[in-house]
């Protein structure tokens, strides 16, 4: 059964800094290129950031550029995925959620999300 289980979001105020955890498991997720998106109210879905599969390539959305660190820890059959985001904004607002993909394919198992607050 594949999971994607996020955690750690919460209440911050704005310069404050949050790490978010994503544990994948149900599939050889060490293979597979991870990513974390956002949705904030009556906004679309936004990209975040990405990591590939060893963790040796990340790319960031500009708007988090700087700020945001995506890492992961492939070393166990659950895969962690993370998000370390610092100097928080209230823009920052949102569900965040981790999805997973094989290279080159659409991202195709994604989580439920878990809600990150600034406060300004």
């Known amino acids: 059964q594949v999971q994607l289980v996020e955690s750690g979001g919460g209440l911050v105020q704005a310069g404050g800094s949050l790490r978010l955890s994503c544990a994948a498991s149900?599939?050889?997720?060490?293979?597979?290129?991870m990513g974390w998106f956002r949705r904030a109210p009556g906004k679309e879905r936004e990209f975040v950031a990405t990591?590939?599969?060893?963790?040796?390539?990340?790319?960031?959305a500009d708007s988090v550029k700087g700020r945001f660190t995506i890492s992961r820890d492939n070393a166990k059959n659950t895969v962690y995925i993370y998000l370390q985001m610092n100097s928080l904004k209230p823009e920052d607002t949102a569900v965040y959620t981790c999805?997973?993909?094989?290279?080159?394919?659409?991202?195709?198992?994604w989580g439920q999300g878990t809600q990150v607050t600034v406060s300004s």
């Open positions: 999805a997973a993909r094989q290279s080159l394919s659409d991202y195709q198992y």
């Open positions: 149900g599939r050889t997720f060490s293979t597979y290129t």
């Open positions: 990591i590939n599969w060893n963790g040796g390539s990340t790319y960031y």
